[in-house]
């Protein structure tokens, strides 16, 4: 059974500054990884997803993940923080011997300061 | 985004009430979910629907009943539930639900306490 970490359950960042957040995953074949993100009060949006290809997956928002298979990682990352992107994030993993289940990490909440 | 709308928005209930959320989706998928959202817990998924046949039921009590009428809705019954079963109620649909790559796109959720 596949299986999501997210280490960090708390980021806080600068308006302005780079946010990497951190997602390792266990799955004995390829995965399909996807990047959610809830702003409170709502509904989980995707930010992007990487099924193969480049590794490098650009998503919505100004946001980037990196597949790297050696570390079984998908970290997201944005370079310049806005106020607006204070939420919660999710990672998730889908396996294609799973229909079309996702198995989410726990959530990394970000706050952003002035 | 109104590709997936849920309702209500917040409800809340007595242990003894009979409830009913309620899911729709208007993006023409086949394949519907519901999600339990705890605080501090992961995601949990509780049933799948594909083509209105449960595909999924992730040992879920039976206090929680689901339905699908139709590809587009989506019902979660509720009846005699207890506190622990307060969290936010999330409903998600995607085209399908082959092969693991199918994007789900989520509704706002409905916010259940349980008193």
């Known amino acids: 059974a596949q299986s999501v970490t997210q280490p960090d359950i708390h980021i806080t960042v600068s308006e302005g500054a780079s946010l990497e957040l951190r997602c390792n995953y266990s799955?004995?074949?390829?995965?399909?990884l996807f990047w959610y993100v809830q702003s409170p009060g709502q509904g989980l949006q995707l930010l992007l997803k990487y099924f193969s290809g480049d590794t490098l997956v650009q998503g919505i928002k100004g946001f980037e993940a990196e597949f790297k298979r050696s570390q079984s990682s998908f970290n997201l990352r944005k370079p310049s923080v806005h106020w607006s992107d204070a939420a919660e994030y999710f990672c998730?993993?889908?396996?294609?011997?799973?229909?079309?289940?996702?198995?989410f990490g726990g959530g990394t909440r970000v706050l952003v300061k002035p | 985004e109104t590709g997936v709308t849920q309702t209500p928005r917040h409800l809340v209930m007595g242990m003894t009430n009979k409830k009913s959320l309620k899911c729709e989706q208007h993006?023409?998928?086949?394949?519907m979910y519901w999600y339990k959202q705890s605080a501090k817990k992961p995601l949990e998924l509780m049933f799948v629907y594909n083509f209105k046949e449960q595909t999924e039921n992730n040992s879920v009590p039976s206090r929680f009943s689901p339905e699908c009428p139709n590809s587009s809705h989506l019902f979660l019954h509720l009846h005699t539930l207890q506190p622990e079963d307060s969290a936010l109620y999330l409903c998600a649909s995607s085209p399908r639900t082959s092969g693991g790559q199918e994007t789900q796109y989520f509704g706002p959720g409905t916010r259940l306490l349980v008193l």
């Open positions: 799955y004995g074949a390829t995965p399909y």
């Open positions: 998730a993993v889908g396996a294609a011997a799973a229909g079309n289940k996702l198995t």
């Open positions: 993006l023409g998928h086949n394949a």
